[in-house]
């Protein structure tokens, strides 16, 4: 884990997202509901780190713009990711 250089920490269900199982009529659950409560809650949580990461980027826009552009460049890059999960995922429900 990289060291962000100030305490950090960070509470998943404070975004909202928790991973959850939901089970079928017999209790168990199956690989496919397994795979999209999964997928559910990683373009979830994605997201919300996307847009964490975008903030952060903000405050040192000023004070040095080459990182900033490295930043946003991987939250771009990051952004496509989740969108081939929620398209993964789509494709899963449909």
Known sequence: MHDLGYPHEHDHAAHGHEHEHHHG????????????????????HNASHLKETAELAEKIRGGNAAVYEEIQQAVSEFGKGNAILEDALRHLEA
């Open 25 to 44: 009529p017999d209790g168990d659950v199956t690989p496919k509901e397994e795979m999209i409560a999964m997928l559910r809650y990683m373009v979830g």
